[in-house]
Structures are given as structure tokens and as C-alpha cells.
């Protein structure tokens, strides 16, 4: 007999936990802060064959400049990024019109972007990294922290 009790009695507890209609909670006070990441940075654009920095990437010091740099040198290096994809899934990509479709496009843009950043630290009087050496090295192994 209690037991015809006890579960109407734990559905109506349940009922009282569920959100009441048109309840709105209040913004949480972090996420109104600014976070210490700050914004996506604006990307530039490859014309010509030639990369094209946006003013955000421009205004990088010396630091943001090498670090971006040194992601970008183990993204190529990768061997994901140097496997060629298969008949089957290149065909499917490039119907998709996905971005990623053409990996010689896509490796193409970064190392235009790295001579682009590699122009920029010399022109701010910064040390020059040496890319065709840094791209013929081995992979980084997982882990590394930048």
C-alpha cells in the first residue's frame, strides 16, 4: 500500500525541482568579463600568391609573431597535413566545397603566411626564424608545449 504512495509522491518532488516557465536566470558576473584570451585574431589573405597580413596581425610583437609562427611550422609538419586523402573522401570533399579540400591550397596559404610574419620580425627588428630549416626537422612530439 505505501508503495502506491511513495511514487506519485517522488514524481511530485521531481516536478518541484523542473524550471518554472519564463524563469530566466541571471548572466553569471564571469561571463560578463573581458577573458584574459581575448578575441579570435583577424587572418589576412592570400593575393597573388603573396600573404597579406590584416592590421591585427601587424600590430603583434615579436613574441605572438615567432609563437604563431612555431604552431603554424608544426601544423605543416604534421603528417596528417602531408597524407593525401583518399579518392573516395577527396571526391566527397570537393562536392561538399569544403575548405579544407585541397590540402596544396591550404599548404600553400600557410607558407605564404610564414613568410609574410617571417618579413614582418625583420622589419620590426626581431629575429627572423629560418623556415625551410625548421620545416625539414622532425615533428615535435605530442606534448610539447609552446
Same mark, same amino acid.
Given at each position: 500500500?505505501?508503495?502506491?504512495f511513495l511514487?506519485?509522491?517522488g514524481l511530485?518532488a521531481l516536478?518541484?525541482?523542473?524550471?518554472?516557465?519564463g524563469?530566466?536566470?541571471p548572466?553569471?558576473?564571469?561571463?560578463?568579463?573581458?577573458?584574459?584570451?581575448?578575441?579570435?585574431?583577424?587572418?589576412?589573405?592570400?593575393r597573388?600568391?603573396?600573404?597579406?597580413?590584416?592590421?591585427?596581425e601587424?600590430?603583434?610583437?615579436c613574441?605572438?609573431?615567432?609563437? %604563431?609562427?612555431?604552431? $603554424?611550422?608544426?601544423?605543416?609538419? =604534421?603528417?596528417?597535413?602531408?597524407? !593525401?586523402p583518399s579518392?573516395?573522401? @577527396?571526391?566527397?570533399? %570537393?562536392?561538399?566545397? $569544403?575548405?579544407?579540400?585541397?590540402? =596544396?591550397a591550404?599548404?600553400?596559404? !600557410?607558407?605564404?603566411k610564414?613568410? @609574410?610574419?617571417?618579413?614582418?620580425?625583420?622589419?620590426?627588428?626581431?629575429?627572423?626564424? =629560418?623556415?625551410?630549416t625548421?620545416?625539414?626537422?622532425?615533428?615535435?612530439?605530442?606534448?610539447?608545449?609552446?
Amino acid at each position: 500500500m505505501r508503495a502506491r504512495f511513495l511514487l506519485p509522491a517522488g514524481l511530485l518532488a521531481l516536478a518541484a525541482c523542473a524550471a518554472v516557465p519564463g524563469y530566466t536566470p541571471p548572466p553569471l558576473a564571469a561571463s560578463t568579463s573581458k577573458s584574459k584570451f581575448g578575441e579570435a585574431l583577424e587572418s589576412g589573405d592570400v593575393r597573388e600568391g603573396r600573404y597579406e597580413m590584416s592590421a591585427a596581425e601587424k600590430a603583434m610583437d615579436c613574441r605572438r609573431l615567432t609563437g %604563431s609562427m612555431q604552431i $603554424t611550422l608544426s601544423r605543416l609538419k =604534421d603528417p596528417y597535413m602531408r597524407q !593525401e586523402p583518399s579518392a573516395v573522401s @577527396a571526391t566527397a570533399q %570537393s562536392w561538399m566545397g $569544403t575548405k579544407g579540400a585541397d590540402r =596544396d591550397a591550404a599548404y600553400a596559404r !600557410e607558407r605564404a603566411k610564414l613568410d @609574410a610574419y617571417n618579413e614582418e620580425l625583420g622589419a620590426k627588428g626581431c629575429k627572423k626564424l =629560418d623556415i625551410e630549416t625548421e620545416l625539414a626537422r622532425a615533428p615535435d612530439p605530442p606534448g610539447k608545449r609552446y
